[in-house]
């Protein structure tokens, strides 16, 4: 039996695997972007979560620029949350420079409500 054989009626190419012919198939290239953290999570998410809309996006290339996106929304989002809770909250260089520990603290707090927003509006949807 040959190694590889075409099938003209598909236009694919079969190699033999043991006793079974199995298609030689590859996904499409994807452009290398960064994933950050957000797109990660939302990565996880979506292969534990939403696995029909995981594969959809893996096999036709576009998961990774999809991330991407995901990505930049969420990390635009996170930035202005922590910056109009910090000016609402009177959270300035001023308390930083004065009582530094009581500013951590408070970005901090502010930071992790921020986090939380993003999540649930972007990558847990």
Same mark, same amino acid.
């Given at each position: 039996m040959e190694k590889y054989i075409?099938?003209?009626q598909n236009g694919l190419w079969f190699e033999l695997q043991?006793?079974?012919y199995l298609p030689c198939l590859k996904l499409p290239e994807e452009p290398e972007v960064h994933i950050g953290i957000w797109g990660q999570r +939302?990565? #996880?998410? !979506?292969?534990? +979560?939403r #696995?029909? !809309?995981y594969t959809s996006l893996l096999?036709?290339?576009?998961?990774?620029?999809y991330l991407a996106d995901i990505n930049r929304q969420a990390e635009e989002l996170f930035s202005r949350l922590?910056?109009?809770?910090?000016?609402s909250e009177n959270i300035n260089?001023?308390?930083?420079?004065?009582?530094t520990t009581a500013w951590i603290g408070k970005m901090n707090?502010?930071?992790?409500?921020a986090a939380e927003v993003v999540s649930e509006e972007i990558i847990y949807k």
């Open positions: 075409y099938n003209e043991g006793d079974y +939302h990565r #996880r998410y !979506l292969k534990s +979560h #696995r029909a !809309l096999t036709s290339g576009k998961l990774n620029s922590v910056k109009q809770i910090a000016e260089e001023e308390l930083k420079a004065t009582d707090n502010v930071r992790n409500r």
